[in-house]
Each structure stands twice: as structure tokens, then as C-alpha cells.
């Protein structure tokens, strides 16, 4: 079995500074990983071959990968980018290597997975950020104080 993770907005929220919280110069942006992701993926890392599948471009899909899993130990060089993908706005396991039925997707957007709802797990969107909350008119959020945050 394998597993494919969808890191977009479900580990992360890309939209401000806080605690245990990443600045991607080269991106111009920051990011905060979202609390036990690394017990998740310790825990199912010993049962599952896990990918990042991700409509991002592959030096994001990388970056988030570093952040995700810096020592290597959990995705290895499996991470799928928007470039790997055979279809436009659509995510398929025809990019994943195994046997389709065996694997088990984790997302929180079920429009990209069209032929493969039925492996798909919807999971809810992770919001850490009030700006995060307002972008998608939400109305209750993490309500977290927010310390501008200054560049050395």
C-alpha cells in the first residue's frame, strides 16, 4: 500500500509568521506546518510508502518536502509536482507507482481526484492564519494572535 499526501493546505497555510513557522525567500512567502504533522507521518510512515502529490511547481513541491521531511526518512525523492501531472487541474495515479486499489489518498480538495474518489480520504482544510480565514470567508478560525513579524 502506499499513501499520497497532499500538502497544499492541508499540512500547511501559507499566508503569514508565527512560532515554528518557515520563510521561503525565494518564494516570497511563509509557512507554518500544522501541529503533530510530524507524528502523523512518523506514525503512518511504518504503514505506508508515502508520496507528496501536490499542483505545485516542483522546486515548492521540494521545499515543502525539506519541511515536511528533512531528514529524507519518510518520502525519499517521491514527490509528484504539477509538471508530472498527464492531466491539466487533475491529479491521477497513473503518476503514483503500485497497484491503484492499494492506494489510499489523503486531500482536502475531492475536484482534483475526478477518477479516483473512491481512494480518496477528504480532509478538512487546515487554517492557522486569520488572513487564511478572511481569503476564504470563514467565518470562525483559529482565532491566534498575529505578531508582525520583522526581516533581519
Not at 491529479?91 to 482534483?112: F, H, P, R, W, Y
Amino acid at each position: 500500500m502506499c499513501i499520497c499526501l497532499e500538502r497544499n493546505r492541508r499540512f500547511f497555510d501559507t499566508n503569514a509568521l508565527r512560532s515554528n513557522l518557515f520563510k521561503l525567500d525565494w518564494i516570497h512567502m511563509m509557512t507554518k506546518l500544522r501541529p503533530f504533522v510530524h507524528t502523523f507521518l512518523k506514525e503512518a510512515s511504518s504503514l505506508f510508502e508515502m508520496h507528496i502529490y501536490t499542483m505545485g511547481e516542483r522546486p515548492y513541491a521540494l521545499e515543502m518536502a525539506n519541511l515536511l521531511d528533512p531528514g529524507g526518512i519518510y518520502f525519499h525523492s517521491r514527490v509528484i509536482a504539477q509538471g508530472d501531472c498527464t492531466q491539466r487541474h487533475q491529479k491521477g495515479l497513473d503518476v503514483v507507482v503500485g497497484q491503484e486499489s492499494a492506494v489510499l489518498i489523503l486531500d482536502d480538495t475531492e475536484a482534483v481526484w475526478g477518477k479516483h474518489k473512491e481512494n480518496l480520504i477528504l480532509m478538512e482544510r487546515y487554517h492557522f492564519f486569520t488572513s487564511s480565514c478572511r481569503q476564504r470567508q470563514i467565518p470562525a478560525c483559529y482565532q491566534i494572535p498575529f505578531k508582525p513579524w520583522r526581516s533581519n
